[in-house]
């Protein structure tokens, strides 16, 4: 609609070059016609965020194959069992990796240049004929517990969140959003929709940096922006300690992904006095953002001496119109204002829908697995996840994987690892650790040399607790609350 | 029809996509939409010619039907001679 509407307005600037709306949408037909030709049955991105990724998106849903965006930063291992399940597979970026890691999966694989090129080449496809229910993408999620699941959002939950959140063409020509989030992230998807959608011109960042982040919003002169906490810690460190570049166009910044820490955002607040900034809260599950924070609300937050209304910093809002959202006890009743439980979420956007099984109860609601509760004017606050997983910058840790680590050492008796606050990463790990009888407690550097050593460096404890037993219920459960609030 | 359903106007250029299905024959331009536009091209009834913009998304009275523009023209949309009117969007901040 974009490309009919003003076919040569630019909608992308990515390392230098434009692409007007009509040249992707041609770009977009011909990657169809190459998708279509290769017989796979998925579409696969595995690469850095480029216009190959808005060609790759729409192409496949003009073709009406799913399409799935793989995290290139994720372990060979890892890697290779998802490649294996989505093969054959139309796959645009590493080849060598993907020819390396599955070399059996009958894939057709091409480098970012080729496909470029190919897809600018190729007939342009007249567009598939229109299945109900297709399935327009499909996202791995982080698989910390099990196996990675796969998350299928049809068009008609991505159609629902776009017409829901966003007016066509609605974006001045001056208007254009800095996107720094990586392509399989369902931020990085849905960045795309929304602003082709409005026709707001995207600023593609293929992978985030602070410095760079701030010379690409000056030099296009960006207007808006959606980041990750981590990203928007790295930018203000930046500025803080002297880095200078004209942001005057910035009017609104978006965030979400992660837990905002309170001193961050009002430090933001200061640096940007003029930026509107939304919290956005969102699941892949749900094609995004289902509750917002807006600017006004920000603002009169950081501005109020009231407690109560100091909090909302803390809030991700209001539901959008379009959704329900409740807050529900272990039995799935409905709870109060003010009480902490499970929150679910109903709506036409929200799928719910894993390739192993559908999530959504008989009457549609979608348990998100994050605890939260709504205070007395209907502003939602997040209290973690309901299955205590550490969101640390975004990446999900399950506490199991470091707490089966440190048993192995002779002299722990018992573990529990924790999400800890930080400024910078939002979450980090914080683990307890009791020694047995007799033994003297490893020092701080062995544990973390130990963690550091079996698993990733996102994993090591940043805060460190030795105790005589570790707080358990009646029933044996681990009370993880008090062990996290050890560490506040 | 059903959601996803797309509709041509036979004397404009008018194109929607059904988002909420009612069991109804919509108008543009006072006559019938289909999902092919006849090879000849019919006449606007003056009555339905305030013209449809596209993006914009069009509802009966009761909100049992919703269309959305996808293609501009000169025709107005209805229902049994009752003209659509056009959806409040409620603008909300970008968040993404």
Same mark, same amino acid.
């Given at each position: 609609m974009a490309a009919d509407a $003003? =076919?040569?307005?630019?909608g992308l600037v990515c390392d230098g070059r434009r692409w007007s709306y009509g040249s992707l949408l041609r770009a977009a037909q011909g990657a169809a016609t190459l998708m279509q030709k290769s017989g796979a049955t998925h579409v696969a991105l595995l690469d850095e965020n480029s216009e190959a990724a808005a060609m790759a998106l729409f192409g496949a849903a003009l073709a009406g194959i799913p399409y799935v965006p793989l995290?290139?930063?994720?372990a060979d291992a890892d890697l290779a069992a998802l490649l294996a399940r989505i093969a054959p597979a139309f796959i645009v970026g590493d080849q060598a990796r993907v020819n390396r890691l599955n =070399?059996? #999966?009958g894939h057709v694989t091409l480098s970012r240049a080729e496909f470029v090129a190919q897809a600018e080449q190729a007939e342009p496809h007249p567009g598939a004929e229109e299945v109900d229910g297709a399935i327009a993408v499909q996202l791995f999620t982080s698989? @910390? @517990?099990?196996a990675p699941k796969a998350a299928l959002l049809r068009h008609a939950n991505l159609l629902s969140y776009i017409l829901g959140t966003v007016e066509f063409g609605s974006a001045s020509p001056e208007e254009a959003a800095l996107v720094s989030v990586p392509p399989y992230h369902i931020a990085g998807i849905s960045a795309l929709m929304s602003s082709i959608y409005s026709m707001r011109r995207i600023l593609l960042l293929p992978a985030f940096e602070p410095d760079a982040w701030l010379a690409l919003a000056a030099a296009e002169r960006a207007t808006n922006a959606f980041v990750v906490p981590t990203m928007l810690s790295r930018i203000v460190a930046r500025m803080d300690a002297g880095a200078r570049a004209d942001l005057g166009t910035l009017q609104a910044v978006a965030y979400g992904g992660g837990r905002m820490p309170a001193e961050l955002i009002e430090r933001a607040l200061e640096l940007f006095p003029d930026v509107g900034f939304t919290n956005a809260y969102g699941l892949t599950e749900t094609s995004s953002t289902i509750a917002l924070l807006g600017p006004d609300d920000h603002r009169a937050a950081h501005r109020s001496a009231d407690p109560v209304m100091r909090a909302r910093l803390a809030s991700v809002g209001k539901p959008l119109p379009t959704v329900e959202i409740e807050v529900r006890d272990e039995e799935g009743r409905k709870l109060p204002v003010g009480e902490r439980g499970e929150i679910y979420v109903r709506g036409e956007?929200?799928? #719910? $829908?894993?390739k192993e099984r559908k999530a959504l109860d008989n009457d549609g609601w979608f348990p998100t697995r994050d605890a939260g509760w709504i205070d007395a004017d209907g502003y939602l606050f997040l209290a973690g996840r309901a299955d205590d997983v550490i969101v640390r910058g975004g990446e999900n840790i399950s506490p199991g994987e470091i707490e089966d680590v440190l048993m192995t050492h002779p002299t722990i008796a018992d573990a529990a690892a924790v999400a800890v606050p930080s400024v910078e990463w939002g979450e980090a790990v914080g683990i307890a650790v009791v020694v047995r009888p007799g033994q003297t407690a490893p020092s701080e550097d062995e544990l973390r040399s130990l963690i550091k050593n079996r698993l990733r460096s996102s994993r090591v404890p940043e805060r460190i607790a030795v105790l005589n037993a570790l707080p358990y219920n009646e029933m044996g459960k681990l009370l993880r609350r008090e062990v996290r609030a050890l560490f506040r | 029809m059903k959601p996803g359903t797309k509709l041509k106007s036979a004397v404009c250029d008018t194109e929607v996509m059904v988002i909420k299905a009612a069991d109804v024959a919509v108008d543009c331009g006072g006559a019938p939409m289909a999902a092919e536009r006849p090879a000849e091209r019919g006449v606007i009834d003056p009555a339905f010619a305030a013209g449809t913009k596209m993006g914009k998304r069009y509802v009966d009275e009761a909100g049992t039907l919703e269309l959305l523009c996808v293609k501009a023209g000169q025709g107005s949309l209805s229902v049994g001679g009752v003209a659509l009117k056009l959806k409040d969007a409620k603008p909300l901040p970008a968040s993404d």
């Open positions: $003003e =076919p040569d307005r630019i995290n290139y930063r994720l =070399p059996d #999966g698989g @910390t @517990t099990a956007q929200v799928s #719910g $829908e894993y | -």
